[in-house]
C-alpha cells in the first residue's frame, strides 16, 4: 500500500514549469510532522534518482542536476508537500514520485514530459 500520492505532472514545453504535490494517503497524517520527506524520478531502464528532500526544521536539499530550477517545501495548510519545478528542461522528463527514506511501497507517481 502507498503512503503518498503524487500529482501535477503533465505536459509542458522547455522552460515551463510545473508544481507536483505530495499528499499522505491516510488523510489523518500530518505531513508537516513527517521528519524526511522525498522527492525521487526515474526514467526507464535507469534507477531512480533522489532530486530533493526536506526534513522537519524546513531544511532543505536539492539534486545538482536540478539545483537552482528545483524548489522542495511544505504546506502545512494543504498538508502537502510540493515540489516547484522551473526551467523546465526534456531531460527533466521522467516518471517523479514522493516518498519516506526506507518506504516499503511505492506510489505510481506523475509523469513529467517535458517537449523541445
Known amino acids: 500500500q502507498a503512503q503518498f500520492v503524487e500529482s501535477g505532472g503533465g505536459l509542458v514545453q522547455a522552460g515551463g514549469s510545473l508544481r507536483l504535490s505530495c499528499t499522505a494517503s491516510d488523510s489523518s497524517v500530518s505531513i508537516s510532522k513527517i521528519n524526511t520527506i522525498a522527492w525521487y524520478r526515474q526514467v526507464p531502464g535507469k534507477r531512480r534518482e533522489l532530486i530533493a528532500h526536506?526534513?522537519?526544521?524546513?531544511?532543505?536539499n536539492v539534486a545538482d542536476s536540478v539545483k537552482g530550477r528545483f524548489t522542495i517545501g511544505r504546506d502545512s495548510v494543504k498538508n502537502t508537500v510540493y515540489l516547484q519545478m522551473d526551467s523546465l528542461k526534456p531531460e527533466d522528463t521522467a516518471v517523479y514520485y514522493c516518498n519516506i527514506p526506507f518506504a516499503r511501497s511505492w506510489g505510481q507517481g506523475t509523469q513529467v514530459t517535458v517537449s523541445l
Open positions: 526536506i526534513i522537519s526544521g524546513g531544511t532543505t
